[in-house]
């Protein structure tokens, strides 16, 4: 049986990791989200250092065998330098609540009157993680200024 790459004119994507998510992923990393790689991750490769060929669009991929990530970049230390996490919903909700994203603050992505596309929802929460890194980093530059 052949592996076939993922064709985004017939496939439905089993996640939403578009440019926007990727980007905001990035974001969330320089703000300093901790990542403990792990199987069952979700990571973008935005330079293009692995050399295999994601069967996710956008360079995309999903950690099945950590060694062989490792091994590719160069050890684990490497995997956090070179990838970009990308946080799953689930992920995605349980930084919110160990980072102090409140749960209205949650709620309030669903009441708004605006319809929500397709992977919003996602943005939507990194958007509320990234402020509350921010928020973090703020404190502490204050606090040692």
Request: overall charge neutral.
């Amino acid at each position: 049986m052949h592996s076939h790459p993922f064709d985004e004119k017939k496939d439905y994507a089993p996640t939403p990791f578009d440019r926007r998510h990727c980007e905001m992923a990035a974001r969330l990393k320089q703000a300093g989200l901790r990542w403990f790689v792990h199987v069952g991750c979700f990571a973008w490769d935005p330079q293009g250092y692995l050399a295999d060929f994601s069967l996710l669009p956008n360079r995309v991929y999903f950690i099945i065998n950590l060694s062989i990530f490792a091994r590719a970049l160069g050890g684990i230390e490497n995997i956090h330098r070179r990838l970009v996490w990308l946080p799953t919903w689930h992920q995605a909700r349980l930084l919110c609540r160990e980072y102090g994203v409140s749960d209205e603050a949650v709620a309030a992505i669903w009441s708004s009157s605006w319809p929500m596309g397709p992977g919003d929802e996602l943005i939507a929460l990194y958007e509320l993680l990234l402020a509350k890194l921010q928020e973090r980093t703020h404190v502490k530059s204050e606090a040692s200024g």
